[in-house]
């Protein structure tokens, strides 16, 4: 079974960085467009950004452009996401996922299925 497992949040003030990470196992990760979602207290979970399998093309949602840069390495089966000039409105629980890039969304067919734990990220104003 595919499993994907995020890190690297944490609590940290505005202005700062983190680098978030997501551990893939059980699939073959080059062959998949990957990225990360996130869900704010009280908020519907939202796309964030999303990289190509070979790491050639990246989407990215208006309210990080600028400040937040993915990546991937394929030889280590992980997608990264470096966050910086974190803002208070960033403070959510961030999932890595399968995506279709075209539309924005979590693949959920074999071998993927629900959304893992995710990683909380805190930024204090």
């Known amino acids: 079974q595919v499993q994907l497992v995020e890190s690297g949040g944490g609590l940290v003030q505005a202005g700062g960085s983190l680098r978030l990470s997501c551990a893939a196992s059980?699939?073959?990760?080059?062959?998949?467009?990957m990225g990360w979602f996130r869900q704010a207290p009280g908020k519907e979970r939202r796309f964030v950004a999303a990289?190509?399998?070979?790491?050639?093309?990246?989407y990215y949602e208006d309210f990080v452009k600028g400040r937040f840069t993915i990546s991937r390495d394929n030889a280590k089966n992980t997608v990264y996401l470096q966050m910086n000039i974190l803002k208070p409105e960033d403070t959510a629980v961030y999932y890595c996922?399968?995506?279709?890039?075209?539309?924005?969304?979590?693949?959920?067919?074999?071998?993927?299925?629900?959304w893992g734990q995710g990683t909380q990220v805190t930024v204090s104003s």
């Open positions: 996922t399968a995506v279709d890039l075209a539309t924005k969304t979590k693949i959920y067919t074999p071998p993927f299925g629900s």
């Open positions: 059980g699939l073959t990760f080059s062959s998949y467009t």
């Open positions: 990289i190509s399998r070979s790491g050639g093309i990246t």
